[in-house]
């Protein structure tokens, strides 16, 4: 994706807000929570991650990252003993998504990988009001004119049009944990060029976000396009083990050709640093350690917007 979530946007018919929905922000704002006891277990999951699970001096992100990213998920879980409901969640993982739409006479198909999955009994409640998603229509999205929005997307012969989550027998009928909430994507890779750019990463959540919920929306509603009464929010928290992407993803219609219309919203908050470094060996200058080892610019609010995301459609 060329100009990653510009690209993105305009492949999905979504407009950008910047930051967290209301809905997240209060549950940031509100003390009544306890976000703010977590901050010790925190800086122990980073130090569990970075000095305390590995054999190695200084371990490589491929394996601090995914350590992270399970301990943090814990303290999220740890919450169940005061919001019983939360208890009703399944994390799908290694699982493929497909889902097909047409833009413009061009008939697009987002599937692979899909990233680890938490999936609900009860789904997330629309985050923007009926007269937020009306004011869509006023939104004009972006061209990239004389550059054709897919110069960049493989080009496949498509002979089966799939709008599927998976395969496997979590997404059957009767499942109970049937609705998408939050995808989780972990950007793990050691070296760097391996790794998306945070731009392409988000623009990656973007994508499959919209896969989730437009597959979810076939499957309620039908196939034919429509404006959705009850639109689908499905979340999505990118990382490489230190700085965090979040954001809100809602799908107010699935009829995607035009451009003119209700259009999809998505909130970002982007480039969120946990903490600024992990100096694994200490920094010596004239034999006097000027740097011991340790945690430094621990940033607490940025775990407190991942137990937001998690907290959210239950308090």
């Not at 990653?4 to 979504?14: D, E, Y």
């Not at 493929?96 to 680890?116: D, F, H, K, P, Y």
């Not at 509603?221 to 639109?231: C, F, I, N, S, T």
């Amino acid at each position: 994706l060329f100009p990653g979530v510009r690209q993105a946007q305009w492949l999905t018919k979504t407009k950008l807000v910047e930051g967290l929905p209301p809905a997240v922000q209060s549950i940031l704002d509100n003390p009544a929570h306890g976000l703010q006891e977590h901050e010790e277990r925190v800086k122990d999951a980073i130090s569990h991650s970075r000095f305390w699970d590995t054999r190695e001096v200084a371990p490589r992100r491929e394996h601090y990252c995914p350590v992270l990213f399970e301990d943090l998920l814990h303290l999220c879980r740890l919450m169940s003993r005061n919001y019983p409901s939360l208890s009703k969640r399944m994390l799908a993982r290694n699982y493929r998504i497909a889902a097909t739409w047409e833009r413009e006479s061009i008939l697009l198909q987002v599937r692979g990988l899909n990233g680890i999955l938490m999936n609900s009994m009860a789904p997330i409640p629309p985050v923007a009001s009926k007269e937020e998603i009306l004011a869509t229509k006023e939104h004009v999205l972006e061209t990239f004119h004389p550059i054709s929005p897919t110069i960049d997307l493989q080009e496949v012969n498509v002979y089966k049009e799939l709008n599927d989550t998976g395969k496997s027998s979590c997404f059957r009928d009767g499942y109970p944990y049937s609705h998408p909430h939050t995808l989780f994507f972990l950007e793990s890779a050691n070296i760097r060029t391996n790794r998306f750019r945070p731009e392409q990463l988000r623009a990656k959540m973007l994508m499959f976000a919209f896969g989730n919920a437009l597959a979810k929306a076939k499957a309620l509603y039908g196939d034919d396009p429509k404006v959705l009464e009850q639109p689908i929010v499905v979340q999505s928290v990118g990382t490489d083990g230190q700085l965090f992407q979040f954001m809100v993803f809602q799908l107010n219609t699935t009829d995607l050709v035009s451009s003119d219309g209700i259009k999809n919203l998505v909130w970002i908050d982007s480039d969120q640093n946990l903490y600024e470094a992990a100096q694994c060996v200490p920094e010596i200058k004239k034999r006097v350690v000027t740097k011991p080892v340790g945690i430094y610019g621990f940033q607490p609010d940025t775990f407190k917007k991942f137990l937001a995301l998690y907290l959210h459609g239950t308090v």
